[in-house]
C-alpha cells in the first residue's frame, strides 16, 4: 500500500500514516487533470488533508453533473471492480456498483463472502485478495475484523478500498459525511456536531471524526449510552489536534447548540451474547418532533442508515432531515473515487 509519486506511508503505533499528510510532500500541481491521484487505496480517513477533501469533492460534483445528464458514461469501460463483502451491506454495495457501472464499468461481486466464498474453507484473506486481483482492477471490501482493509491494500497490487472493517473505519461514509455537511449547511470550519447513539463500536462516527478535525474550529459533542461510549483513542485524537469535544447526555441540549446531529443505531451485531447490554443501550436516544423542535433552522439531522427506531418516521417529512440526501451522496464521493484511482484526476 504506498501513495503515488514516491509518497510513502509511515507505520504509527497501530496505525498507518502518510507522510504528505505531515506536508513532507505538497504538490498542488498533483490535481491537474490528467494526472494520477495521490492515493493508491482508501483505507482510513486519515490519509486525506484539506486540499484532496476539496479536490475529491469538486469531482464528485462533476460525478453528479454526469450521473443526472447522461445514462452512457464511458470513462470507466474496460474497467472491472471486484466488490468482497464480508458482512451485510446493502446501500454501500449497492451504491459502489451503481457508480462503477454509472461510469460504464463492470462488476464482479460476492455478496456474503464469509459464508459463500473460500474463506468458508477457511482460506486466508491474502491468498483471496490475490486470487480475485486477477480477475479486477480494483477491490471493494468490507470485513468483519478491524485492519483487514490495511491487510488486503498491503497485498494488493491494485486499488483496495475499505467499504467498512468491523469496528474499525468506513472512510467512504466520512467522505460523504463531510460533503454532504458541506452542502446542507455550506461550511465545515466553526460548526458543531453532535454525534449521537454506538460510538463505541460506530465505524462512521470515527472515521467522520478523523476527518472533522481537519477543519478549524469544529466542537463535537458526544451523546451515548455509557456502554458504548466514544473510545479514548478518538477523545486523545482530537485532543491532539485542537478540536474540542464534549460528552453529554442531554440529546435535547445538544441539538439545540448543533448544526448538525449525527444520529446512529445501537449494533447489535458487536454485542455478542451480552444482549443485556445491548438492551440496555437501545432507545435511550431517539430524534424526533421533540429534537427538532429545538434544533435551529439550519440544522441538519444525519444517519449513516440502516435505521431501526433511533429516528422516528415522522421526522423524514422535515426538511432538516438529510439522511435520504446523505446516502445519495454516496453514489457521488464513490463515482468519484473509482474515477480517480482508476485514471487519476
Excluded at 310 to 329: G, H, L, M, S, W
Aim: proline share 2%.
Amino acid at each position: 500500500m504506498t501513495w503515488r509519486n514516491s509518497m510513502t506511508w509511515q507505520q504509527t503505533g497501530s496505525r498507518i500514516q502518510c507522510g504528505a499528510l505531515n506536508g513532507k510532500t505538497k504538490n498542488n500541481l498533483g490535481f491537474l487533470k490528467g494526472n494520477m491521484f495521490q492515493l493508491d487505496d482508501v483505507i482510513e480517513a486519515q490519509q486525506f488533508d484539506r486540499e484532496i477533501l476539496s479536490a475529491i469533492f469538486e469531482v464528485a460534483r462533476e460525478m453528479e453533473t454526469i450521473e443526472k445528464a447522461s445514462r452512457g458514461n464511458q470513462l470507466l469501460k474496460g474497467y472491472l471492480m471486484a466488490t468482497l463483502f464480508y458482512e451485510p451491506s446493502s446501500r454501500t454495495r449497492l451504491s459502489f456498483e451503481s457508480a462503477m457501472k454509472r461510469l460504464g464499468g463492470e462488476v464482479l461481486t460476492t455478496e456474503n463472502a464469509r459464508e459463500f466464498s473460500s474463506a468458508a474453507k477457511g482460506e486466508t484473506l491474502e491468498d483471496t485478495i490475490r486470487t480475485v486481483e486477477g480477475y479486477s482492477d480494483i477491490i471493494v471490501m468490507r470485513h468483519f475484523e478491524s485492519g483487514a482493509a490495511r491487510r488486503a491494500a498491503m497485498t494488493a497490487n491494485i486499488p483496495v478500498i475499505n467499504a467498512g472493517d468491523g469496528p474499525g473505519e468506513h472512510p467512504t461514509q466520512a467522505l460523504l459525511d463531510v460533503y454532504t455537511i458541506e452542502r446542507e449547511v455550506g461550511k465545515l470550519d466553526g460548526i458543531k456536531v453532535g454525534l449521537v447513539g454506538d460510538l463505541a463500536n460506530g465505524r462512521t462516527v470515527r472515521s467522520l471524526a478523523y476527518l472533522l478535525a481537519k477543519f478549524k474550529d469544529v466542537k463535537i459533542y458526544f451523546v451515548s449510552p455509557e456502554v458504548v461510549k466514544m473510545k479514548d483513542d478518538i477523545k486523545e485524537y482530537l485532543t491532539s489536534k485542537g478540536i474540542k469535544w464534549e460528552e453529554s447526555v442531554d440529546l435535547m441540549e445538544v441539538a439545540s447548540k448543533c448544526d448538525v446531529v449525527y444520529q446512529t443505531r445501537i449494533q447489535k451485531e458487536r454485542f455478542g451474547e451480552r444482549i443485556d447490554l445491548y438492551d440496555e443501550a437501545r432507545g435511550r436516544y431517539i430524534v424526533d418532533r421533540d429534537v427538532l423542535s429545538v434544533m435551529q433552522k439550519h440544522a441538519v439531522v444525519m444517519h449513516p442508515l440502516p435505521r431501526l427506531d433511533e429516528i422516528t418516521v415522522e421526522v423524514d417529512e422535515d426538511p432538516r432531515a438529510a439522511y435520504f440526501r446523505q446516502a445519495k451522496n454516496g453514489l457521488y464521493i464513490r463515482m468519484a473515487l473509482l474515477k480517480l484511482l482508476l485514471v487519476g484526476w
